[in-house]
């Protein structure tokens, strides 16, 4: 047995390290000071990332390192001989909980009364998500359980910080050391934290993404106006908190890409630049992540394959999920590939333990070591500005780091120790596995044996014979048969420090001597699977079955000899080219030459405008309705569009190109609208509709008075026609005086949004059913000297369509929705038809994912309900709702100039037996009938790849997951009304 | 155009009553004679520029060359248009409920998972204001299906012009309705409180319905009981496949489940719903298991499905021979039935098999083909007169219906608003 194991060994032997005495603390007994002083020596010591030291040596005293490198042992330092040993720095995890306590969701239901204020006791603010006065430190406890995991795992300094809330306060820094906690906290204050996610508040507000975005925004806002310490808000800890731990760094954990970039996007507006926790599918959206500029920590808690082997249930898992599964372990590679600084954390793995293997699976996807070494050393200590004190091996640090038997990231390297502040914690006993030779005296016999593990052993010999081996600490048994079917040799000894040695009893009952040499170690066989293994699928954008493998480009195209409707004077214009130069439409006429354009025959098809959905709650991530208050002005659509909705794919089959994403209309005041356009593919900045005019939803009757909502929900103002009016002039008398008010206002960015609308400079599109709920907006509107641009629902428009003309407002209607509740008792399929005759500028929307793919059919059911004229049918799904969102100069119309949003149909639009064939916007062809049968097939081919490679995975004996159904977000104004999709995957 | 005209007349002359005054039609005395129309008789044949006569409530012929109509006849001249059976609309809730926000007006869901005794027929308001704007839409038939629980009772086809139920009963509790557990194990989303093993909680339950299914079988073959069972004796024809068993479901294991139900007790079973019916056709054909399918105006079940898979599953169960109807979901909504052949028929179906998909095809699934689903000699003149295409919004516009022979009354709630805001804009 060489010196090195020897020494290991015994140093694992020794039970209870010394603790750093506190000067503070009174002891009891003798004093007992150690300094600790150790001396690593003929170690392969890698000090960091970049640099490795052969046969070096690692001088620690006072849990700090004194030297690395060939610095002299001291005199006093207790030698331990490494040869053939790795050192690394311990692994820094920059996102831990801790040592915190383990926080419960509150769970959301509409059953209770609602909370409209925080249930946090104390001078703290009224939001009780924001807990900026929270401190990890306060609250750190060791954990010696949880401790150990992490050691283990590699760890021996962690960031830890309640994981709770959308501000969750200050994190501390730790290291993993057992006992006290004023040894193991090593900075007080080292970040502060944010989500997007409430956590354990029970308060209602913010009850959606776009809540809760609008809560950081406005808290950002508080917090500088409190600055000034203004007398009307008295003392308020939390923004106090808030402002003390802005020069931290700032961590936001994500669980999604987008959540990403919009997390970026709420810091680039108050010049904060969050380090981003990121939650495992930012590859696929690379580009957008540089675009952020942000540090990355990266979770390796990788998908497990699903079990497929049910197709019945595997029918139910999407194309999306299985390729995540292949995908998700490129992502620390995708960051390196694009050079985006990040580190590792063990956050959201089950077990803390798989985190090496984790990265050995990142690794074997592209991640390089040296990358992989760094992102869980130095870079997260740089991150979070603690490579002073941790992340390499530097004289001056704590003594922190592994000893390994071979490089970290080989797949048989063990690791034997964790040293934490000097304090050494054994993870793995020295490997005792391997071949012995075995004296036995006085026979003076010897034998070869091979020890495998901890329970058997082989004689070595012509015929291999079995035996058995025991040890308990020093203690070891052997009992083997010398020859086949002999009775068996038994010893019992000491593992010794130079040699196994003791006493036994042979064969024939005599007793013997013995002592065993170790001669070499126990090598497995090579497992190394072969590199070229690796074959993924690819990207997606956006990341779904439908999505493109390379994002389209415009091209000029000559759509020949259809029948051109042009929403325009010339009106319908039979046998007609209209040709599409970059993306916009360029001429329209008979016999045009290509030239360089594609040409698609257009004969016996119908060319339309594009179709634009006025009321549309697609592509919405996280919540529709902020209804938790009764204004919400300061909610955004704009920061929640989710652009890997299938919807958009789908409404493009059905000749939509722009959609108004709305908010519900759950509250009086709602949130600010999104208009956008169809590009599948995009992210969300580029779906939006530049330039458009902002909008914002209102909405009147049932849904905001909470009738349809049980009778548990009459606490909300207003519960009565009457107190909606009050609402709106309370709200629009607030916006007034805010106005008004003087230098050191606190901005508020509901009454911001209010402003603009007294301004026109945002417009009003009011969910409403009743005439007189519509009317006494009007009222209103009228008294604050706004206007209300668009009526939308607006089921009784027919019967104060007068009043709307003279206010100026359009409507936008459903062609046949009624009786599903109490307010649309009067509805009639005649709506669309009174509204137009009267003078309005009437559209037909959808408020819902099936039907929008449909709207030229809703359109075209006012030709049946009163007779209107296709071509004023064909306006109400695009160039009338183009107006009603001020966007008729770009699109809604099929005239030279404008954008190239068209459709081309296989039969008259207003007929049901059309079918959209082309959809294209800004002149892409996003949606293709035929290049949609490819992309079917594309489906088909690589679900099936991905299922046998999960099938196999499976057999290997990998673990999986099960089959758990893909769910898919979908809104609707309100639940209630009838007539809406149900889908079977959500049952909502 | 003429009779389009005399309908406003007669509009304009009720503007200022309400749909009060909108009576059931009393019973046909003359014979009716509809010449020169475009017939579609429903079971895929058109006869153009056909005639169609009709007297005491039946048809007696249909041709395009039948003998010149008897002196005391009703001739309609039907130039253009076309004629079609009455629409049927099945698996609806029309008359159990009124606004279904408003718990006092719903009369579809009662307590209890197995209550197969309880009978839509009673609750049925022949009253609502939702059914005369149905049958303007060419409905003239529907199958008033109670929801709740898993077996929540009977259902009834019902004729929409009546007085009360019971003159609006065409076939009294025809089928038993079973609605499947799911059998779908949701994703856990924080924040819904989902069962650990969904699967297995719903199999318990379906368990229960199997073990009901055969103590009420045992119960039946005995005639003299100690203790009554209404339960037992309300599903006494499904044994004699007097009456059919609707099982409600819309994925394959459910399916599955629905075939085997059917073998075991050998029910005359028909599946509600099918959404991935398509999947199964075989199955489905070999079984003898005809299908009521969802509304085709819905979105694919999964985000990978083709983007038109609700809109051509009709044409798949077409093609593989398995008798199918479509539907719609809720109560106002069946005016769109039409529509939902549009599009089937858009998505592969002939315009002829969409149309047998509302009307003959229904019938049979319905148990009411003898009377009613095709216009030929013998039966129900259950007859809808259209301008145009009635499965196409553009041409759908309904001139006259015809129940049993009585020409209803095409007014409605909603085109007396109409006529009322007309009026009040100055509008013609």
């Keep these: ?988 | 155009m003429k009779l389009v005209s005399t309908s406003i007349i007669l509009l304009a002359s009720l503007a200022a009553n309400a749909q009060e005054l909108i009576y059931p039609a009393s019973a046909q005395e003359k014979t009716i004679y509809l010449q020169h129309a475009t017939i579609h008789v429903g079971n895929g044949q058109v006869i153009e520029n056909g005639s169609l006569v009709f007297s005491n409530g039946k048809i007696t012929a249909v041709g395009s060359n039948l003998p010149a109509p008897a002196a005391d006849a009703k001739v309609l001249d039907l130039q253009g248009k076309h004629v079609y059976p009455g629409l049927i609309a099945p698996l609806t809730t029309l008359g159990l409920t009124e606004v279904e926000a408003v718990r006092s007006t719903n009369d579809f869901s009662e307590v209890g998972e197995i209550n197969p005794s309880v009978r839509s027929l009673v609750a049925y308001n022949t009253d609502s204001k939702v059914i005369n704007t149905l049958r303007s839409n060419g409905i003239l038939l529907a199958q008033v299906t109670p929801e709740g629980g898993m077996i929540p009772g009977s259902s009834s086809v019902v004729q929409l012009d009546a007085w009360n139920w019971e003159d609006a009963a065409y076939r009294t509790d025809g089928a038993i309705h079973f609605y499947m557990p799911s059998l779908l194990q949701p994703a856990n989303n924080p924040g819904r409180s989902i069962p650990d093993d969904k699967i297995k909680e719903s199999m318990d339950k379906l368990n229960q319905v199997r073990t009901f299914f055969r103590e009420a079988q045992a119960y039946n073959q005995e005639d003299k009981h100690a203790v009554i069972n209404l339960k037992f004796q309300a599903v006494h024809k499904l044994f004699t496949r007097e009456e059919k068993l609707f099982i409600h479901c819309d994925l394959v294991k459910e399916m599955l489940l629905a075939v085997d139900i059917a073998k075991e007790f050998g029910f005359d079973v028909v599946i509600a719903g099918g959404a991935d019916a398509w999947m199964i056709t075989d199955l489905l054909k070999q079984n003898n298991i005809a299908v009521v399918l969802k509304q085709a105006h819905s979105l694919p079940v999964m985000q990978d499905d083709d983007v038109d898979q609700p809109y051509k599953t009709a044409a798949q169960l077409q093609k593989a021979g398995v008798l199918f109807c479509l539907s719609n979901e809720g109560f106002w909504q069946q005016r769109n039935l039409p529509f939902e052949a549009g599009t089937a028929s858009t998505y592969g179906l002939s315009k002829e098999e969409a149309l047998s998909a509302v009307t003959l095809n229904t019938a049979r699934i319905l148990g009411i083909d003898k009377t009613t689903g095709s216009l030929e000699a013998g039966k129900d003149a259950n007859i809808t007169v259209s301008t145009g295409d009635i499965m196409d919004m553009r041409s759908s516009i309904i001139t006259q219906a015809f129940i049993q022979g009585r020409e209803v009354n095409l007014d409605n709630k909603h085109k007396q608003l109409y006529e009322r805001y007309k009026h009040k804009y100055g509008l013609k």
């Design chain 1, 1 to 988: 047995m060489s010196l090195a194991r020897l020494c290991l060994l015994l140093g694992g032997l020794l039970a209870g390290n010394f603790v750093h005495a506190q000067e503070t603390f009174p002891v009891n007994g003798i004093a007992d000071k150690r300094e600790g002083c150790y001396a690593f020596v003929k170690a392969t010591i890698v000090k960091n990332a970049t640099t490795t030291l052969n046969n070096a040596t690692l001088v620690i005293r006072n849990g700090k390192i004194v030297s690395v490198g060939t610095g002299p042992v001291p005199k006093d330092a207790v030698v331990i001989d490494c040869g053939g040993k790795y050192i690394y720095p311990s692994f820094v995890d920059p996102y831990s909980d801790y040592g915190t306590q383990p926080v419960k969701k509150a769970v959301s239901s509409r059953r209770g009364e609602p909370q409209l204020l925080s249930a946090t006791k104390g001078a703290y603010g009224w939001n009780q998500a924001i807990k900026s006065e929270v401190n990890a430190a306060a609250i750190f406890n060791t954990d010696e359980s949880s401790a150990k995991t992490l050691r283990e795992a590699g760890f021996g300094t962690v960031l830890s910080h309640q994981q709770d809330g959308i501000a969750r306060g200050t994190g501390v820094l730790v290291t993993l050391a057992d006992g006290s906690e004023n040894k193991a906290l090593i900075r007080e204050k080292a970040s502060a934290q944010y989500s997007f996610d409430k956590g354990s508040s029970t308060q209602d507000y913010p009850g959606s993404l776009m809540g809760s975005i609008a809560l950081l925004r406005q808290t950002y806002l508080d917090a500088q106006w409190y600055k000034t310490r203004p007398a009307k808000e008295g003392t308020n800890l939390t923004l106090q908190a808030w402002n003390e731990s802005q020069s931290l760094p700032q961590i936001f954990d994500v669980q999604d890409k987008w959540d990403a970039l919009r997390a970026d996007k709420i810091g680039d507006e108050f010049g904060v630049q969050y380090i981003i926790k990121a939650s495992g599918n930012e590859y696929q959206r690379i580009p957008e992540m540089v675009a952020t500029k942000a540090s990355f920590i990266l979770p390796l808690n990788f998908p497990l394959p699903i079990d497929v082997e049910d197709p019945n249930d595997a029918r139910f898992v999407a194309l999306s999920d299985m390729k995540h599964w292949e995908m998700a372990p490129s992502e620390p590679a995708a960051f390196e590939k694009a050079d985006i600084p990040f580190s590792l954390t063990a956050s959201g793995l089950k077990d803390a333990k798989q985190f090496l293997t984790a990265i050995r699976k990142a690794i074997e996807y592209g991640l390089s070591e040296q990358k992989a070494l760094d992102a869980v050393t130095l870079a997260p200590a740089r991150m979070i500005k603690a490579d002073d004190q941790v992340g390499s091996l530097e004289p001056g640090k704590l003594a922190n780091f592994l000893l390994t038997s071979g490089p970290l990231f080989n797949e048989n390297t063990v690791l034997y120790q964790n040293w934490v502040q000097g304090q050494r914690y054994t993870i793995k006993d020295e490997d005792f596995r391997g071949t012995y030779t075995l004296t036995v005296l006085p026979a003076n016999a010897t034998y070869t044996l091979l020890v495998k593990n901890a329970t058997s052993l082989s004689l070595i010999q012509q015929d291999t014979l079995a035996g058995s081996i025991s040890l308990s600490g020093e203690l070891v048994k052997l009992a083997f048969p010398v020859k086949k079917g002999a009775a068996q040799l038994r010893l019992s000894g000491v593992t010794g420090a130079k040699e196994w040695n003791g006493t036994g009893i042979d064969t024939s009952g005599a007793l013997i001597k013995w002592r065993a040499v170790f001669n070499a170690p126990y090598t497995k066989k090579d497992s190394t699977k072969p590199a070229s293994q690796l074959a993924i699928g690819k990207l997606y954008y956006p990341f779904n079955g439908y999505g493109w493998e390379t994002l389209p480009q415009q091209q000029d195209i000559l759509i020949k000899n259809a029948t051109v409707w042009t929403n325009e004077s010339e009106g319908k214009l039979e046998n007609t080219d209209v040709l599409v130069r970059n993306g916009k439409i360029a001429q329209i006429g008979k016999n045009l030459a290509a030239g360089s354009a594609r040409v698609i025959d257009g004969t016996g098809k119908h060319l339309t405008p594009g179709i634009i959905d006025e009321h549309s709650h697609i592509a919405i991530s996280k919540g529709v309705n902020e209804g938790t208050q009764s204004v919400t002005s300061e909610v955004r659509i704009a920061d929640v569009v989710f652009p890997d909705d299938v919807n958009i794919y789908r409404q493009l089959s059905g000749g939509v190109t722009s959609s108004h994403l709305l908010h519900g209309s759950a509250n009086t005041i709602g949130g600010q609208s999104q208009l956008i356009k169809l590009r599948w593919g995009a992210d969300a900045e580029e779906l939006k509709f530049a330039g458009a005019d902002p909008f914002i939803k209102f909405a009147l009757g049932e849904n905001v008075k909470q009738s349809n909502w049980g009778e548990r929900q009459k606490v909300r103002f207003p519960q009565t026609r009457m107190g909606v009016e009050e609402v709106l002039t309370d709200a629009f008398t607030r916006a007034r005086e805010y106005e008004k008010e003087g230098p050191g206002k606190r901005r508020d960015l509901e009454l911001d949004a209010l402003v603009e609308i007294l301004h026109s400079k945002r417009f009003v599109t009011c969910h409403s059913y009743v005439q007189s709920e519509i009317n006494m907006l009007i009222k209103v509107a009228d008294s604050f000297d706004f206007h209300i641009n668009t009526f939308t629902h607006i089921l009784e428009g027919y019967k104060v369509a007068d009043k709307m003309k003279q206010h100026g407002a359009g409507g936008s209607t459903f062609a046949d929705w009624w009786a599903y509740k109490m307010e649309v008792q009067d509805a009639i399929p005649y709506n669309a038809n009174i509204m137009q005759r009267v003078g309005l500028t009437v559209a037909i929307n959808s408020d819902d994912a099936e039907m929008a793919r449909r709207l030229n059919q809703e359109a075209a059911k006012s030709i049946k309900y009163g007779d209107m004229a296709e071509e004023d049918a064909l306006k109400m799904v695009t160039l009338n709702p183009a107006k009603l969102l001020h966007v008729a100069e770009h699109t809604g119309s099929i005239k030279a100039g404008k954008d190239a949003d068209l459709v081309l149909w296989s039969n008259n639009p207003m007929s049901i037996y059309a079918k959209a064939e082309k959809t294209m916007v800004d002149g892409i062809i996003y949606f293709d009938r035929d290049r949609d049968l490819e992309l079917r097939q594309r489906i088909s081919t690589e679900r099936n790849r991905l299922v046998q490679k999960m099938l196999a995975e499976k057999k290997k004996g990998t673990a999986t997951q099960k089959a758990a159904p893909t769910q898919e977000e979908i809104y609707h104004c309100e639940d209630l009304q009838a007539g809406h999709q149900k889908s079977l995957i959500n049952g909502n």
